[in-house]
Nanobody, 125 residues
């Protein structure tokens, strides 16, 4: 499985960005996908995740109500839509894929076997 993450950039606080993760090398609906982020000096953390079905999702408490994850099967793409960005959202964002049941959301880093290269999001105050 190959994952190509893009869409990062510099945005002012309160602004929005949409990250994309294109999945290839495997049938799109066969993998659960998550978005993680890692800020300087901090551990990588799960931001949002979607089950293979796309019907069940997870959002971390720190981003709930501001970020949303969605799947677009026609484009083999998982989107992370980020609104109301804050300086503390500054990080490198990674998408990851793993196996799972149809409606199972993966929330542990160890559940993901395949990782993209990361895209940098910088939120200025």
């Amino acid at each position: 499985v190959q994952l190509q993450a893009s869409g990062g950039g510099v945005v002012q606080a309160g602004g929005s960005l949409r990250l994309s993760c294109v999945v290839s090398g495997r049938t799109f609906i066969d993998v659960a996908v998550g978005w993680f982020r890692q800020a300087p000096g901090k551990e990588r953390e799960l931001v949002a995740a979607t089950a293979r079905s796309g019907r069940r999702t997870y959002s971390a408490a720190s981003v709930k109500g501001r970020f949303s994850i969605s799947r677009e099967r026609a484009k083999n793409t998982v989107w992370l839509t980020m609104n109301g960005l804050k300086p503390e959202d500054t990080a490198v964002y990674y998408c990851a894929a793993g196996n799972g049941r149809w409606d199972e959301v993966k929330t542990r880093r160890g559940d993901y076997d395949f990782w993209g290269q990361g895209t940098l999001v910088t939120v200025s105050s």
